[in-house]
C-alpha cells in the first residue's frame, strides 16, 4: 500500500480505530483496545504509533475526534456551545515527540442548559451535513449514551443524552436480570410489545424490569424473550421521553446496524419513517470535510 494523504482517527472511551486515508477514500484500517479510559497522557503517542507508524511519511497529517479530546485525553480540545456550526470547528493540536506527526484534535460540544456534553458524534454529525447538504431534522445517535440532536442550518441547535446502552450493559450483566437474559438469541415480538407497553407507559419501567425476572421463575420464560424485553422496555422508555425531538420531524439514525436497526424499527411503529447510515463512514466524512475545510494535506 502507498502511504496514505493522512489518517483518520476515532478514539473512544475504550477502543481507538484509525484508518488510512487517500483523500476522501480509506485504504485500510486499523482498530486497538488502546481506548482514552486505559491511557495516561504520555501514552497517547505510543498508542497511536503503535497502530499507524508503518503508514507515517515525512509529516502526515492525522485528524482525531472523540475522547482522545477529553480533559483526560491526549489534549484538551474544548468543547463548542450550542447552536455550534458544524462547518466552523476549530482543531487543537496536539504534543508530538515524533515529527513524521501532525496531530489535530477536533472538539466536542456542550449545552448549558440542560447541561448536556456530546464528544464523537458531533463529527458524525458533521459527516452526515457534508453528504447531505442542507438536511434540516433530528438525528438519533444510538450507542452506549444514545443521542437525539435537533439539526438547523448546518447548526447543532440542541440535544439530549440517554444512558440507554449502559443501563442495558449493566442490567444485563451484573443486576438479577443477568441470570435470566443470558442469551445472544432474540425474539422481535417480545421486543416490540415490550417497546409499546413502556412507551405508554414509561413511569411503570422499573417495575416491568423486575417482571423480566420474575417470568423467568415462575413462567419459565426463555433467555431470549427476556433479553429482547429488556431491550424494548429500555428503548421505549427513552423513545417516550425524547417524543419532542421525533414527533413530526424528518429522522435519520447514525450507529451500528444491530442496535440502530431497533431504534428505525421502533420510530417506524410509531409511524415515523427513519434514514439509517453507518456510524464509522459518518465519522470518516466529518474528518475529511473537517481537513477539507482547513486546507490538509500531506
Known sequence: MSKPDWIAV??????????????????DERASDDGMGSLERNQFEGALLALVSDWLGDRTPVLACGMVGARQGWVEAPYSSVPAAVDQVKMVNAPTSDARLDVRVLPGVKQVQPADVMRGEETQIAGFLALNKGWDGVICLPGTHSKWVLVSANEIVSFQTFMTGELFALLSEQSVLRHTVTT????????????????????????????????????GTAAEVGRARLSGLLIGAELAAARPYWLGQKVAVIGAPEVARLYVAALAEQGVPATHVQGDRMTIAGLNAARLREGISA
Open 184 to 219: 445472544a438469541n432474540w425474539d422481535e415480538s417480545a421486543f416490540s410489545e415490550a417497546l409499546s407497553d413502556s412507551m405508554a407507559r414509561p413511569e411503570k419501567l422499573a417495575a416491568k424490569l423486575f417482571s423480566i425476572r420474575a417470568e423467568s421463575l415462575v413462567n
Open 10 to 27: 476515532d478514539w473512544g472511551t475504550s477502543h481507538l480505530r484509525v484508518y488510512a486515508m487517500s483523500g476522501g477514500s480509506v485504504l
